[in-house]
């Protein structure tokens, strides 16, 4: 894929240039688009909401962001829009399924309640979820060369949304589990 001839240069420019082509490319598989996000997350209300909810929850929309980098996902209350950061786009599907249903309890219930966890087990790979992000995120502390410190809530127990990503004020290893509801009136 390199022409022969280049410069060391002009190579090195060429292959970075493919490089992160090919990471772009990587970012999010072509069935995992925004309507696959929001047909499952109007399927997991379907399933495992609606009925205790009794009535029909159904977000405003749902879609992948790039933007969000301290957390999984995002719910405004407001707009019942929620969003899911594309870092989980090739995460295995249990996991997003878990971080979306999440974020949609959040429409039931904004805080990080009783109510709310009870709610959030409904869905049956709640627990499995939220050890394969502490351990991703656990990962990536480590692969930046910090420690990874204890969730920064309370209570200790692995949030998804985490922290507010708009006011810059955590770190990656500490939006496992984010201390608030998420209106943040974007
Ligand atoms: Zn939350």
Redesign the pocket.
Known sequence: MVPLGLDPGEERRIVEGLVSKVSRSAGRPPTRGDDWLQALAVHLARTHLDRVAGCEVRPAGVRWVSTMSHRWGS?TIDTGRIRISDTLARAPQHVVEAVVF??LV?LLEPG?TARFRSLERLHPDHELARNWLRGWSAGHAAARGRLAGPPDDADGDA???GPDDADGATEWDAAID?PG??SEGG
């Open positions: 719910c999440h974020e959040h990080h949030a998804i949304d984010g509801a998420s």
